[in-house]
Each structure stands twice: as structure tokens, then as C-alpha cells.
């Protein structure tokens, strides 16, 4: 969360006076409003309230909504950011079914996933969250991911990848599809994994696996 | 939209006096309020209004909400239910293909991209819509696209090959990620039909494309 940057004339004297981690406790409080009551309808007061601090601290630290919002978002990522950061350099092969077990991963875990499908939900239906979702993905995920590619035009093939990703879990853990909501994870990585793959790898033409 | 059981004690005489068509209109105002207000804030008295209508025939025609909106879904969803019934008989590469290119196809239009999109947003945020698109989907599209299948669990990769076509238009006409929100859609055809194709005739392991 560093990158902020602190602005003049900050209310030194309430920012002493809430203690230390306050800004930490903003960032629980937003992602928690942001979570139950959507991008549009969450409210600065009530997440001042939830974080115990003057709503002049949250304008402080963060400034407008959105910024308050992607600090939210990159706080939900962050599991998927740091493992990212550890990508294998091994074989395309590995790359697809390291990605695919992870990010099917993250989503059968309530903890890590509940706060994901907030941040969905508020990207698919306001244009100011998929905004800052859109750049904070695309900057800190897509990019890395598109870094270990030997294709033609990797942003693309990450960008289709991820699409497939998040078509899956869309339909298991949001639409609930049967059978895909109750497939069996070591299934589900084994047939998804393939189609990463060729995303990550096929020439221009798209190719075409072998039948 | 048959199949409706119409109820005993209708108000034939409202029904005799909004005219003919008040059904028409009736779903089309829904599309439209369902569009612009999403499935939770959708109000049954301003679709009655806009199809200048009285409340009560709503109800008397559709009865509860997720009635009528499912009736609106299937408005939407039209076009992609009469162009499944008439899948290619030909060769599973036919088949993804085409699956492909018209699934994206009908993304690609505003006019029959719009409606689609609304019903996915209420989809994605409420789970009474949900359930309502799980089911019609499921029972109007999936289990048809399965029925062409020669593999283990047709309606499991029937699901996997729609995760990865929702998932495409997602990332393109939702939250919009560059390059792919600009691809040129033949391109995006030629590199997501192989992905589709493994999924409708991959073995059980999930076998893995040339390399």
C-alpha cells in the first residue's frame, strides 16, 4: 500500500490522535463495504465508521472513491499478486497448470475467494470499478504473466488466458452451473489447463491441437 | 414465450381493454427496465408503465418477478437459443468454430449485445437472477450444445467451452482490458476456437494439445 502520495495540510493532529494502523483498518473497512454494498453504493462515512476514524483521514490517506476502491482491490489481489511474483520459469507446460491450479485455487477458498467476487461484481456493473480493476490487473498480473511468453503479441494470449480463468470460476462460484460448480478441482485443472496452454503457446494462426 | 399457465380468475376485462400485444409489450418494457435498473431494483409498476399497461395484468400474465424476468432473459437470449437448434452436424472442428465465431458474433453487435449484457450484470450480482439464467441456460443451451458431444461428461465440457466464451466477452465488452477489447474479431475466432474444440472432444484426462 506505499505508492500513495501523503498530501499537504494533512490533519497531522487526527491522524495521531486514531493511532497507528489506521490506514491499514481503512483498507479492511473499505474492502468490507465494498464487498456488501457494491462499488456505487458504498459509502466513505460508513467506512470511516467501520475503520473507527474521522472520514476526513479516509479522504487524507486515499483521496477520491476509486482510489479508495483500488487499494481495496489491490489488498483482495494481493495472494494473486505475490504468487505471480514466483511464476516457474520451467517449460510453457508448467506455466499453463501452475496458473490454472492457482487461480482455480484461490477461488475454492472462501477466505480468499469472497472478497474477489466482491471486487467482480463491482467491476461488472459500475464503469468506474472496472476501470481500476482493468488497470490494476493489466499492470501488476496480465503484464508479468505476458513477460514469460514466446508468442506473438503475449499481452493478448494473457489476456485470453485469464479470460478463460475467469469464465470458469464465473460459472462455479457465481452462476453455480451444474455439473461445473461441483467438478471435482484436480478435474477441472486437468481439462482447463490444456486450453491455458495453447494460449500461452499456439503460433499467430491460433494452430489447432492435435484431434 | 408459451407455457405460462394462465391463471383462474384473470382480469379478463383489463386484459380485453390494454389491447392486443400487452404481452409483447410487457416483456419488452421488462428487457428494457431489468437493462437499465438490474434485476433488484427493477420495479413491476414502471415495467407496467412503460408498457402502458396495469399492474395487475403483469402479474396476472407473468406472476412473481423472477418470472418475468426470466421471460425477459429468454427475449434475450432468442437469437443464441433458435441459432443453437441449428448446430453443424459435421465435424467437432465445425462445431467449435462455429460455436465460437457465433458466440462472439453476437457480442460484437450493440443490438444484441446490450440486452445480454444487462441480463449478466443481474446475473453476476443477484442470486435470484442467477438461478433463473442458470436454469434456462442450462436446460435451453447447454444440454443441446452436450448432446453433440462424443466425450466424458458432454454438459461438463459443453460448461467449459461457454466459461471460456463468457469469459472472452467479459474481459472485452465488460471491463474492457486492453489489446483484447480491440482484437480484430477474426483473430480472436482463429485463437479461441482451438481452446473450444479441446474442450468438446478432449478424453478424460484432459489430455494436452501438441506442443
Redesign the interface.
Known amino acids: 500500500m506505499t505508492g500513495v502520495p501523503r498530501k499537504r495540510g494533512r490533519p497531522a493532529r487526527a491522524e495521531a490522535a486514531e493511532g497507528p494502523g489506521s490506514r491499514e483498518r481503512i483498507v479492511a473497512a473499505a474492502r468490507a463495504e465494498f464487498a456488501s454494498r ?1 462499488y456505487d453504493k458504498a459509502s466513505i462515512r460508513a467506512i470511516a465508521r467501520g475503520a473507527g476514524v474521522d472520514p476526513a483521514l479516509v479522504h487524507h490517506y486515499f483521496g477520491p472513491k476509486e482510489r479508495l476502491f483500488a487499494a481495496a482491490v489491490e489488498a483482495s489481489l494481493a495472494p494473486a499478486l505475490s504468487a505471480s511474483a514466483t511464476l516457474p520459469e520451467g517449460a ?2 508448467d506455466l499453463a497448470e501452475e496458473l490454472t491450479r492457482f487461480f482455480l485455487g484461490i477461488w475454492e477458498n472462501p477466505v480468499t475467494r469472497e472478497p474477489l467476487l466482491a471486487v ?2 463491482s ?3 459500475d464503469e468506474t470499478a ?1 476501470a481500476v ?2 488497470d490494476l ?2 499492470a501488476r498480473l ?1 503484464l508479468r504473466i505476458a513477460a514469460h511468453l514466446d508468442t506473438p ?1 503475449p ?3 494473457a ?2 488466458a ?7 470460476v ?3 462460484h ?7 460448480a461441483s ?1 471435482d478441482p484436480a ?1 477441472l485443472i ?6 491455458i ?3 500461452l ?2 503460433p499467430a ?7
Chains 1, 2 share one sequence.
Open positions: 457494491g510453457p507446460e467482480v461484481r467491476a461488472v456493473t472496472a480493476f482493468r490487473v493489466s496480465m503479441d499481452p493478448l494470449r489476456e485470453l485469464a479470460a478463460h480463468l475467469v469464465g470458469v464465473l460459472l462455479r457465481v452462476i453455480k452451473v451444474e455439473p461445473l467438478a478435474d486437468a481439462l482447463v489447463a490444456p486450453a496452454h495453447h494460449h503457446t499456439a494462426d491460433g494452430g489447432r491441437p492435435a484431434t
